[in-house]
């Protein structure tokens, strides 16, 4: 089977600049994930969809971040405006069920300069 | 709410020599537990789950992890590492409703010859 796509791999903006990140998850997976991974550190929950709901999204900035999954297949997950702490690799995963193991992709690593 | 702590940040260990990854979590509700794993330049991998029955959990390359109800933990072990294990793995914990995965900091696992 496919793996999760993300792209793209590598980007580098300014601060106070946008970005969007996307994903698309392994075929019939209800459950999606983004996750952001500082580096030295375990990844860190954003938000995670159920079909195409918000199931929860109590760690995500929402004065700058948002994200959305259209449809219930795609993601996008967007930063607006960006700043100097986000400089992370964000990680996109998806799951058969809620309880069942998550499935990475390979992440977008961020540099806001 | 839920926690996971990694006892260590780095684990140096020699081939052929027994290694135990140390790994606790708190939680208020029954939990699901994993350990993932991310080779040099690769996406996070599951390594092994426990859901439900037996407490103590295999991996195809050699690694167990026994869930330990009384003393919130979910230790890794092999009995004999390999070069190849060179690694970060991560212990995550998610409840039963299937709710937010929460990751470890993560340990750095490096098999010296």
């Known amino acids: 089977e496919a793996g999760v796509a993300q792209s793209p791999r590598y980007k580098i903006i300014e601060k106070r600049q946008s970005v969007a990140f996307w994903c698309n998850p392994i075929s019939g997976h209800a459950t999606l994930y983004w996750y952001q991974q500082i580096l030295g550190q375990g990844p860190k929950l954003l938000i995670q969809f159920q079909n195409n709901g918000v199931v929860d999204d109590s760690q995500l900035p929402k004065d700058r971040f948002s994200a959305e999954r259209l449809k219930g297949v795609d993601s996008t997950l967007k930063i607006q405006p960006a700043k100097l702490e986000d400089s992370a690799v964000y990680l996109c995963a998806s799951s058969l069920r809620r309880d069942s193991p998550l499935h990475f992709g390979n992440g977008t690593r961020l540099t806001v300069t | ?113």
Request: glycine share 6%; net charge neutral.
């Open chain 2, 1 to 113: 709410a839920q926690s996971v702590t990694q006892l260590d940040s780095q684990v140096p260990v020699f081939e052929e020599a027994p290694v135990e990854l140390r790994c606790n979590y708190s939680s208020s509700v029954s939990v699901y537990l994993f350990w993932y794993v991310q080779y040099p330049n690769q996406g996070l991998q599951l390594l092994l789950k426990y859901l439900s029955g037996s407490t103590l959990v295999e991996s195809i390359n050699g690694f167990e992890a026994e869930f330990n109800k009384s003393q919130t933990s979910f230790h890794l072990r092999k009995p004999s590492v390999h070069i190849s294990d060179t690694a970060e793995y991560f212990c995550a914990v998610s409840h039963t409703g299937g709710f937010k995965t929460i990751f470890g900091a993560g340990t750095r696992l490096f098999v010296k010859a």
